[in-house]
Nanobody, 121 residues
């Protein structure tokens, strides 16, 4: 419903880089953690990377050493930096933002609309 907006998708050459971002539109939201998923053509959705509230990160094997997840909590923005991209990275990428509203301890989860990344010559 537009609470989280993703940007940064597009066409990139093999070996190139791309940075995806997602911004939570609700000013009451306080971003604490994030996860990125992707779904390639003819494939099921898969986990890519996560950033936990304690700052720890986790990556699927094919992303290790190439992708970096980060959060700018002051901007309510999550990022996925992707380097050395390969054709098999072609997919729709989805951002999941986790946090809470101001001083409310109830955990909320927002999903981005998805952004297409195409790696091709």
């Amino acid at each position: 419903q537009g609470q989280l907006v993703e940007t940064g998708g597009g066409l990139v050459q093999p070996g190139g880089s791309q940075r995806l971002s997602c911004v939570v539109a609700d000013s009451r939201f306080r971003l604490r953690a994030s996860r990125w998923y992707r779904q390639g053509p003819g494939k099921q959705r898969e986990f890519v990377a996560s950033f936990a509230s304690d700052g720890s990160t986790n990556y699927v094997d094919h992303a290790k050493g190439r992708f970096t997840i980060s959060i700018d909590s002051a901007k309510n923005t999550a990022y996925l930096q992707m380097n050395n991209l390969k054709p098999e990275d072609t997919a729709a990428y989805y951002c999941n933002a986790l946090g809470h509203l101001n001083n409310n301890s109830l955990i909320l989860s927002y999903w981005g609309q998805g952004t297409q990344v195409t790696v091709s010559s």
